[in-house]
């Protein structure tokens, strides 16, 4: 799959992991979508209303409030459970052919029934449109969808894969009607007709209306009789100021560290409050393998005995983020510590300078580090300079930092323009594959030349078809192991993911887990 890279949610991204959120209290009133409307600001864009289509963190929040999927994650949980469907299950030891059975009664908003036809539908069209935006890219392994009756589906997969589940738990499974969507292109008019606990009344350049669908069956409660999500486009002080004056209720994605902070230490005197979830959305550096300098392994293990991660959080990102020492983050299963343990979390001149040496390299290494805050927030120029100095304050680098615009960053990268590079990721779902198959498998989405014939050949094949997944743990940290040996990438932080709320709202803490699934039905407000 395409890197979902995009803002960080704390600065920078939404994200994973498991663990409640601190703040914001229990919701006390409304229920069944008979209380106060909500308005919510963001910084993102929601990119499509096309499930076919969208592949960014705006996009899925609509699809995860207007669609169903057969599968949902509960709050506060990664393990999908039962949403359109009744039951899922695999019915081979392989892995290789999945069975669900649909709920009775499942319509869409405006009535049509829900049926298998629906999901087959949804399915087969996002793999014919194929769209270079959208989700099908996820789904390699799906080989055919069959609806033997109205009420069953069955996934034919071409190779192993316990993560499927989890997969079509995502925005990714999002099941649309077969009667208002065209097998063969996108839908083009904002508009989406799903079978989730809302309808999409609106959709323009500045905001997205939505009401409660009085059609809806499944899981989800509503509290609230509606949501209003505006769209601030990147303008981060329009977005503190609308919270502050109460234009809207809730700040998500794209407050800066420091005007988190700041209301923060206010410590609600605003009538605003922060709360703090957890996030799986990760950054790392990326080393193109080809490139004549930070394609010596000398040069990477170098940097990585240099890189501070404790002081690039607290000055930079003001303690925001936390430290990231593998490639797979603090509170999914498999995860380990590789880099700290082969590198340490203290800088040292003295190894980084053995490991040049290593390598026959003795004068000081010029190198750039390249940015895109168009992409990644306007933090990120600031902390690769801050890498830079890092690497200059040694005396074995000569570091510098240049910046250009996505579109122009990620044809660079294709081309092999650049050494070293910054990726962020957001998780499409909860599980150890999904932040080492799109990095590390054939035809990764880094672009940075490297492979691995043990991770490729082996370990992530095998990790896939492993039902079990605690059984996985021992080859993930085979896998993170090897990638913290040979370098590919240097892992640099792990978000915390942040919302902040007017007095009298609540249910944040249900909306901001591991799951990545901000769910508007937990929102109420007094």
Not at 120 to 137: E, T, V
Request: hydrophobic share 35%; proline share 5%.
């Amino acid at each position: 799959m395409n890197m979902r890279n995009q803002w960080p949610v704390l600065p920078i991204v939404a994200g994973l992991a498991s663990g409640l959120l601190t703040g914001c209290g229990t919701e006390d009133g409304a229920s069944g979508g008979t209380g106060s409307s909500v308005v919510m600001g963001m910084s993102d864009d929601v990119l499509a209303t096309d499930p076919a289509s969208g592949y960014d963190p705006g996009s899925w929040l609509l699809f995860n409030n207007v669609f169903q999927s057969l599968l949902s994650f509960p709050k506060g949980g990664t393990e999908p459970e039962p949403e359109a469907a009744k039951q899922c299950s695999f019915t081979d030891t392989r892995a290789m052919v999945y069975r669900c059975e649909l709920k009775d009664g499942l319509t869409f908003s405006n009535g049509d029934d829900l049926t298998s036809e629906d999901v087959k539908f949804s399915f087969d069209r996002m793999l014919k449109i194929n769209d270079s935006a959208g989700p099908a890219i996820m789904f390699p392994m799906l080989g055919k969808v069959d609806a033997p009756d109205a009420k069953t589906v069955v996934f034919r997969l071409k190779v192993p894969d316990a993560t499927f589940p989890s997969k079509i738990a995502s925005g990714a499974g999002s099941i649309v009607d077969h009667r208002q969507y065209d097998a063969n292109g996108l839908r083009t008019d904002d508009k989406a007709v799903g079978s989730g606990p809302y309808k999409l009344d609106s959709f323009d350049k500045d905001e997205a209306v939505f009401s409660v669908n009085s059609h809806y069956k499944g899981t989800a409660e509503v509290k609230n009789s509606g949501v209003t999500l505006k769209f601030f486009h990147g303008d981060r002080a329009g977005l503190k100021t609308a919270l502050e004056s109460g234009d809207v209720d809730i700040a998500y994605r794209g407050l800066s560290a420091t005007d988190i902070a700041d209301l923060d230490q206010q410590d609600g005197k605003k009538g605003v409050e922060v709360i703090e979830g957890s996030s799986a959305e990760v950054q790392h550096l990326v080393f193109n393998m080809k490139d004549p300098v930070a394609g010596k392994v000398g040069v990477r293990k170098a940097m990585a005995y240099l890189l501070d991660r404790d002081a690039l959080v607290k000055n930079v990102y003001q303690g925001t983020a936390t430290p990231l020492y593998s490639i797979i983050p603090a509170g999914i299963a498999g995860h380990n510590t590789a880099f700290f343990d082969t590198y340490g979390a203290r800088p040292s001149k003295e190894k980084a300078a053995a490991a040049l040496r290593a390598d026959g390299i003795t004068g000081k290494v010029k190198l750039t580090l390249w940015s895109t805050p168009s992409r990644y927030g306007p933090a990120t120029d600031e902390e690769l300079k801050a890498i830079a100095g890092q690497l200059n304050a040694s005396g074995l680098f000569q570091a510098d930092v240049k910046s250009v615009g996505f579109d122009q960053y990620e044809k660079d990268i294709a081309q092999g323009k650049y050494g070293v590079y910054v990726k962020g990721w957001v998780p499409d779902y909860p599980d150890a594959d999904n932040f080492t198959a799109p990095f590390f498998g054939k035809g990764n989405v880094l672009g940075n030349n490297y492979s691995n014939n043990t991770i490729t050949g082996s370990l992530i094949p095998g990790t896939a078809a492993q039902s079990d997944r605690a059984a996985t743990d021992k080859d993930f940290g085979k896998l993170q192991d090897i990638v913290a040996d040979e370098l590919p990438v240097l892992p640099v932080w792990q978000a915390k993911q942040y919302a902040l709320v007017r007095d009298g709202v609540y249910g944040l803490e249900y909306c901001l887990d591991a799951s990545t699934v901000f769910r508007f039905w937990e929102l109420s407000k007094s």
